[in-house]
């Protein structure tokens, strides 16, 4: 059974459009959706959603008790553009022995807390959870595809997938904070297995959304399949094939 995973948090508000506009202005989300009354702002693979509420009040009167810890890149731009947006600053920006700490308030008195961890801090975290000479490596994957733009195009708007560029290549960031590199090969032969799984909680309503999106799903002679391409097994995965553009193999799986 999969352990339960943290993917976000509810900030509630009495003036959520100037909370979620704060958010949005000074930490720069990859994403920002609107989602019925809710604003979700996805930060790597963790969503801060802001909602109203009536029960409480105006400010937060213990904001030490939670404080929205951001990793960021360039700490002191990051602290440049909450300054700009009117930021008021607990700790401002300071190193400690190479990483650089500071703690804001956002408009509704909760503490933000920006982190730029040095690469020797960076490093010394990653090896305290394992040993070994790539203990450290923050890995990735990689897939081959013989027309960038079209995987572009089939990846981040046939699934909806949040994609960037890098030249002639382009990221893949997967939910989880998981990033996958797709690069050019002309000859690219695609593998006889599948190289990439999304996990689903509802299969059937997956199947049925990616079909509406002119997702066709694989047929294969050494599985029992539905008409609609998945195949389910007692103590296994339900699961069903796709492939992109290049033919790389894709799945949508939900575990018994």
Same mark, same amino acid.
């Given at each position: ?42 930060? #790597? ?183 609609? #391409? ?16 290049? #033919? ?9």
């Amino acid at each position: 059974m999969r352990k339960p995973v943290l993917d976000g948090m509810l900030l509630a508000s009495t003036d959520p459009k100037r909370l979620g506009e704060w958010y949005a202005a000074a930490l720069e989300p990859q994403e920002d959706v609107q989602i019925e009354v809710y604003r979700a702002l996805r930060f #790597g693979g963790f969503d801060v959603v802001i909602d109203q509420r009536g029960d409480i009040g105006d400010r937060n009167p213990e904001p030490g008790r939670t404080i929205l810890n951001f990793a960021v890149e360039d700490a002191r731009a990051a602290a440049a553009r909450l300054t700009a947006a009117g930021t008021t600053w607990v700790t401002e920006l300071e190193d400690r022995d190479g990483s650089l700490f500071a703690t804001a308030t956002d408009p509704d008195g909760n503490y933000v807390q920006l982190i730029q961890l040095s690469p020797e801090h960076r490093a010394e975290m990653i090896r305290a959870q394992g040993s070994g000479p790539l203990a450290s490596s923050e890995a990735f994957g990689s897939l081959a595809v013989a027309d960038v733009a079209a995987a572009r195009r089939f990846y981040g708007e046939t699934l909806g997938l949040q994609v960037s560029d890098e030249g002639e290549l382009v990221w893949l960031h997967l939910p989880g904070g998981r990033d996958v590199l797709i690069y050019p090969k002309p000859d690219h032969q695609p593998a006889p297995f599948t190289i990439l799984n999304f996990p689903v909680d509802d299969i059937d309503r997956a199947v049925e959304q990616l079909a509406e999106r002119g997702i066709r799903f694989e047929s294969y002679a050494a599985f029992e399949q539905d008409d609609r #391409g998945i195949h389910r097994s007692e103590g296994g995965p339900s699961i069903a094939w796709f492939t992109d553009p290049a #033919g790389n193999v894709l799945s949508v799986l939900r575990s018994s």
